[in-house]
């Protein structure tokens, strides 16, 4: 090979490097800006997500508000007709009492059996259950003496409200308290 043929290889040689180059350059190039197209797709596609699942759980809020207010109605209907019943049987119209006629029935009937049963086991026997059953479920036992107290308290507050009412006098005596203000002194405290 003569001096003339490595020069002309050497210039093939350097073109193909520089056109190689050239190419490494311009796929660098397209790589980047498909990335960058890429990662610009990728955000609007999340926040296209993004404005999909607000919608959705706006959409889903707006849904159970509307049927809680749907149930909430229906509770005030239920609890309207059962005050309406209420007020029925206290007026002496049991034809219109409804179902609340029907459960004061069984109240009744359940006072009987007690009555019965406290008749039948004395107060000692009655105790002794009570204090059995506090036993075995303490937890069922401290709800219904809550439950009860309750019920006692609010009973005791209607009647002495009523009474009060009645003789047009707050404590419900017919006339002015005659109890003297107590005098009662606590020990110093050591």
Request: glycine share 12%.
């Amino acid at each position: 090979m003569g001096d003339g043929d490595r020069g002309d290889a050497r210039q093939m040689t350097d073109t193909a490097g520089q056109q190689s180059r050239e190419v490494a350059e311009s796929a660098k190039a397209e790589a980047s800006q498909v990335k960058d197209a890429a990662k610009d797709h990728a955000r609007e596609v999340k926040d296209e997500v993004a404005a999909q699942a607000r919608g959705l759980v706006d959409q889903a809020k707006t849904e159970l508000r509307d049927q809680s207010e749907v149930q909430a109605h229906q509770v005030a209907q239920a609890i309207r007709r059962v005050g309406d019943q209420a007020e029925a049987l206290a007026e002496g119209r049991a034809q219109d009492a409804g179902a609340v006629a029907d459960y004061v029935r069984q109240a009744g009937g359940k006072a009987r059996e007690v009555a019965s049963y406290v008749e039948q086991r004395g107060i000692e026997g009655v105790v002794n259950d009570v204090q059995d059953f506090a036993r075995r479920k303490p937890g069922v036992f401290l709800f219904g003496s809550a439950a009860a107290g309750f019920v006692v308290g609010r009973l005791i507050r209607g009647g002495a409200a009523s009474s009060a009412s009645s003789s047009g006098f707050p404590n419900g005596s017919g006339g002015p308290s005659m109890q003297s203000p107590s005098t009662y002194q606590p020990p110093p405290v050591a």
